[in-house]
Every structure is written in structure tokens, then in C-alpha cells.
């Protein structure tokens, strides 16, 4: 910097380039100045505040979500697994028994009689585990056996645990009550959630009794445990259930199950398997696929002639092969299903049944019927999906109204229809939408009049219509749907 830059500091900045007229001072005779604008005030500090302000919001936006997240999982937890106190007074502990060549764990056995209703709860994030449904390899054994052990790697985290079987106290039952054995599993509750190490894991298997030649009726089953992986095994042929639920916030898979009402809960994790039903099936999850291979159907013994189906997820695929299996040959049965995702694909495949049907008898029984054609079912069927394609493949013999809805490409109606349906679409909406209706054979129309004629049932194929009252909604947005008939 030269000599005059020194001696007029205020006036100099040789850091910018834009220059003003030069100016002379009198002060110095002979010196020329250059004399720069006034420094524009600088707007770094205005933007790092503004994003100081953003952070700030931010991460109080994070923190709110993280807390109400955390609310819910708690209401949740807390709705499932609260243990009133004086339901733990009469609980009776369990007696461990220790093996000494295997330090660290320890194992019991309960016993419930056979036939009898049971559930298990479990309270506290000191346990996690996994629980399972097996039949009892022994024919001979006639009780349901819960075989617990338990791992730890404290003697004072089995000593803070409580473990017991509540059974139904001698009295006389209210109308509709049903008196159940228990399974308890009892730990404290802290607020930080533990480690693997500080925690005790368990392993639980149900062994249910068998009955040779037949299926063993059992009415109730339920689960209400929150950190136990579930995992059902192939009952479907050796066991038939009144209510099978499990709720969890763990996985669940079944290999096969058969029961009139079955209801499947958890969060964050998937739901697989096969299962069949006769009045109801709820599964129901978030963040994570449900895949699941069900068939429905409907029994002649019992008053109601329809089946429901309901699957939920979110951020995930839901994938099923659904089989309807109808029963009636003088009405139609009615199977209303709904299946519901965000941000994951929607595949529903609907298989042609059995060519002879095979419906479990519905409680206290034990056998097999055997019906004659069954007439083609009654589908009323919604799906949607956000963001991801929605796929249907129909029953062959569907037949109906349908609406199919996108907001990203036309949708699609598939059809391989045999010779003599007629099907009948238009679009509206620019393309967003196709809806018509899907026409039933004229000879399978006339041969269901047969048959309901035979059967001494007045009027044609649907009852109070002469078309199906079935009907299809599929939608999905930014991506396409497509349906195969």
C-alpha cells in the first residue's frame, strides 16, 4: 500500500474496484487523492440470522414430530399392556427351573387344559423374544402347553421379572362372557429403552393338543405382546379357531391358519403368510409389506352370507393372492375386501377356486362338507394406493361394476373375457377415469336360475336384481392401474 493509504485510512479501500471522480486536497499540496463510495452495507448478517431462524425452526419442528411419534407409540403400547394391579395379585408366579451346565437362562412349563380360551400379555421393556404356535407333535397329549425359557446376563434382571399364569376364578358367567387363561410376563418399565444386554430375551412356544383324524376346536386365541416376534406354524390342517388375534410391535408369519375371525396388529413391521376365513379377516401394519396368500369363504350354518377382508400399510407393498371360495349354490355369497397403501405398490391376484369346495364346519366341529356348485360369488372389492401402480387380476367369473382411477397414465381394463360377456366402459375426467360394467354369460344366468329353482329359491341368479350387484374401485396417483379380467 503506498504512503497516502496510510495517511488517509477512512478515505481508502483498495479492496474495491469501483472508483469515484478523483478529488484534490488542499490540505496537501501536490498529493492526489482517489476517494472510494462508502462501503455497502453488507446483508451476511441478515442472511445468517435468517438461517439461524430456519434451523431454529427446524429442529423445533423435528423435535415436536420425534415427541408426538414417541406419544403414540406409547398410547398405544400403554392401551395394549396395561396390567391392573389386582389382576397381578391373583396371577401365580411361575417356578424357573435352572439348568446347571447352562448359565444364564432358565425354562417352565405351564399347562392349560385343551379346548380352553388363552392369551398372553406381556408389560415393560425390560423382555423382547419370540413366541410361537405349534400342534403338539404328541398325539397323546391333551393339554396346551406353554414352554417358556428365558435368557439374562444378570441373576437381578430374572429377579425384577415376573412370570405367571392367571386362570378363570369358580363363578357364575355373564351372558356372552368367556372365562380365559393367562400368561403373564411382567417387567419394570424405564424411560430410557434398555439395551439388548440389560434386557431378557425369551423364547415362547404354545403347543396346542391335536386331535387324530379331525380338527381340534379351539375358541379363542390372543396375543397382546408388544416386543415378541410372532410366528404361527402349518394349523390350518390339524386346528380350527373361533378368534385367533395377535398384536404386536414385532413381525408376524403364519404358515397356515384356519379360523373364523382372524386379526393381526403391529407396527413398523411385515405380516406374511396364508390364512382362510369364514367371517372376517383384519391385518393391519405400517411402514413395512404386508404378503399374505388368503382365501375366504362362507359357511351354510351361519346366519351371515358374506365374508370381509381388510389390509392396511403404509410406505410399502401390499401383495396378496386372494382365493374366494363360495359355498351356496341357491344365493350368491358376498365377499366385501379392502386393501389399502401409500407410496408402495397395490398386487391383488384373484386365483379361480377349488373345483370342489371345502369349508371347515364353524364351532364344535370337527369334519368336512362337501357343497355342490356354488354360484359365482358376489366381489365388492376397493383398493388404492399413492405414488405407486395398483394391479388387480379379477376372478374370472367377476362379474359387475368397475371404476378405475389415475392420475398419471389412462387406466387400464385388461380383458381375456370368454366368449359371450360384454363389457361395457367409457372414460371421463381427460382420461383420469374409466368406469363400466362387466356383463355375467347369458347360459351362466340361465343355469343359476336352474339351480335356484331346484333349490326351491324363487327369482333369477341375484336376488332383487337382474344384474350382480358387485362392484370394483381401484385408484392410485402418479403412476398407472391396470386390471386384468
Known sequence: MSKSSHEYPGLLYPSLKRKSSATRLGATPGLRLTVYPPKPRSTSSFKGTLRFICWLLFAWLTFRTLKLAAKQVRLVYSH??????????????????????????ASALFRIPAGEPLFLVSQGNLSYGTVEFLANPDPASNVTEVDVSVYYSAVGLLDSARVCSLEPEPHEK????????????????????PSREEQLRFHVRVLLPSTPGARAYLPSLTTDLPTFAHKVGDLAPSHTFDYFRLQTLESIHVDSLSAE???????????SGSMTSWSSVHLE????????????????DLHSKHTELFMKTSNAAL??????????????????????????????????????????????????????TPLAPILRFDGQTTHAPALISLPPSYAGLFALRSTETHPRLITKAPEGRKVVSRTLEGGDLLKGRIYPREEDVAAAAERRKAAGVAGGMYPGSALPPAWVNVRTTGDRVEVWL
Open 80 to 105: 395394549w399392556h396395561h396390567i391392573p394391579v389386582e389382576v397381578l395379585d391373583k396371577c401365580t408366579d411361575v417356578e424357573w427351573r435352572f439348568d446347571p451346565s447352562a448359565s444364564g437362562s
Open 174 to 193: 355373564a351372558e356372552g362372557e368367556i372365562e380365559r387363561h393367562g400368561i403373564m410376563f411382567y417387567t419394570p418399565e424405564r424411560t430410557i429403552v
Open 261 to 271: 375371525l382372524i386379526s393381526m396388529q403391529t407396527h413398523n413391521q411385515s405380516i
Open 285 to 300: 401394519t405400517s411402514n413395512a409389506a404386508i404378503n399374505a396368500n388368503i382365501t375366504l369363504t362362507t359357511h351354510p
Open 319 to 372: 401383495i396378496s393372492t386372494i382365493t374366494l371360495d363360495p359355498v351356496s349354490s341357491s344365493s350368491p355369497d358376498t365377499f366385501k375386501l379392502t386393501t389399502k397403501t401409500t407410496n408402495g405398490p397395490l398386487m391383488i391376484a384373484f386365483p379361480s377356486p377349488p373345483a370342489t369346495s371345502a369349508t371347515p364346519e364353524p364351532a364344535k366341529s370337527n369334519s368336512t362338507i362337501h357343497f355342490p
